[in-house]
């Protein structure tokens, strides 16, 4: 199995309790920071097209979507509150450098179809 890890931002460019919109190869993520903690998941909210990185963190560890207000767990990805029903993707974080990395399996950046 291949490891994509991508280099996705610099340690400071996510503020504590907030998000960052990035690009890793073809996907787009939300980056999300927690304390010295740093998060990943598909920026797109499952239950629109509402981007998660314009949402809230609103409590330790829960996303609120910017467009109807439901919540995802941004650990594991779970849909948590209504309208939201279908789980959203999580992704692995490394910090290394003073840089954070992105795991995207199957993909290197060069979007290869
Ligand atoms: Fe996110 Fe509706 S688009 S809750």
């Known amino acids: 199995m291949t490891e994509n890890w991508i280099e ?3 340690d400071g460019d996510v503020p504590d309790q907030g998000t960052l919109q990035v690009r890793c ?3 787009i993520i ?3 920071r927690i304390g010295a903690n740093h998060f990943a998941t598909q920026d797109e909210c499952s239950h629109g097209s509402a981007s998660l990185s314009e949402g809230f963190i ?3 560890g829960l996303i609120e979507c910017p467009l109807h207000q439901g919540s995802f767990d941004i650990k594991t990805g779970k849909a948590v ?3 939201c029903k279908d789980d959203i993707r999580v992704f692995p974080v490394k ?3 003073g840089k954070i990395f992105v795991q995207v399996n199957g993909q290197d950046g060069n979007s290869s179809k």
């Open 8 to 10: 996705a931002a610099a």
């Open 25 to 27: 190869g073809s996907e």
């Open 30 to 32: 939300c980056l999300y």
């Open 58 to 60: 609103v409590e330790d």
């Open 81 to 83: 509150s209504a309208p």
């Open 95 to 97: 910090m290394e450098n």
